[in-house]
């Protein structure tokens, strides 16, 4: 990476969030750097899609802050917020295609929705996009006819088409097999390069996540276990970190009378 890299795009401070009573981030702290590819990894319920959701400015926290471009996004006004997404691409982890538009107007949408382009115009950009997703000659298919890896391949042409500043992907390769999965991560790649923009990716492929991450953040119960480099986060001497890598599951130790009291508290609030 340049020079231009080691500077932060997205700046995460003490960052801690609740649903209800629940704490789901505990003073998670991070800084992604301009072009370079993070990727969020931990185990179910860890706090993997709460932080990408911060991250997209869709949840505000209940202490610490995000900054965006140097601006906390608390201080965003809703129109400067809206004008800040346009700068995102988003790829969801089903695809999250439109079924009733064929896969040209699924890219085109948001072209259409946040653009004042005439429609020849608008139509070159999308299929200028399958191209670089090589879906060039599929623009009339609907989603139902369509592949996994070709869903996931249109949601990125759709997420690219307002050439973003930064990428945002849910669990890219849930659901494909390693070859489709391979080409979807160089195709990541490329693009980064391509386009010079900044990737978070949320997955929990560890094929994946070593093939593409320049640093990875490893969450567990809401706190950062890790965040280093590929190389870093493999040779962690954290043992949560290594049962997550090796696919170990971790001895619970249960305290009857702890667990006994909890299970009173819930039966009394019914």
Not at 31 to 52: A, D, F, H, P
Not at 91 to 103: I, K, P, T
Not at 238 to 252: I, M, T
């Amino acid at each position: 990476m340049t020079d231009q890299a080691f500077q932060a795009v997205i700046e995460v401070e003490d960052l801690v969030t609740y649903y209800g009573t629940r704490k789901i981030l505990d003073r998670v702290n991070l800084s992604i750097r301009q072009g370079e590819v993070m990727v969020i990894m931990g185990g179910s319920g860890s706090g993997k899609s709460t932080l990408l959701r911060h991250l997209l400015a869709l949840n505000k926290p209940a202490s610490g802050s995000i900054r965006l471009y140097g601006k906390d996004i608390g201080k965003y006004s809703t129109r400067e917020l809206q004008t800040l997404r346009k700068r995102m691409g988003v790829s969801f982890q089903n695809g999250a295609l439109f079924n009733s538009l064929n896969v040209e107007d699924n890219v085109a949408f948001p072209l259409r929705e946040h653009t004042q382009l005439d429609d020849n115009t608008i139509r070159i950009m999308s299929r200028m996009k399958l191209e670089v997703v090589n879906l060039a000659g599929f623009e009339e298919l609907m989603p139902a006819q369509l592949s996994g890896g070709m869903i996931k391949r249109a949601a990125l042409a759709r997420a690219i088409v307002m050439d973003p500043d930064m990428l945002f992907f849910d669990e890219p390769s849930a659901g494909l097999d390693p070859v489709v999965s391979a080409d979807l991560d160089e195709l990541i790649l490329k693009l980064r390069e391509a386009m010079q923009v900044s990737v978070v990716v949320v997955t929990h492929e560890l094929d994946s996540a070593f093939r593409i991450a320049d640093r990875i953040i490893v969450l567990d119960k809401g706190k950062v276990l890790i965040i280093g480099t590929v190389d870093e986060v493999k040779n962690s001497d954290n043992q949560r970190v290594q049962n997550l890598l090796n696919r170990r599951a971790e001895d619970v130790e249960v305290d009857p009378e702890a667990y006994l009291k909890r299970l009173t508290e819930n039966l009394a609030g019914l």
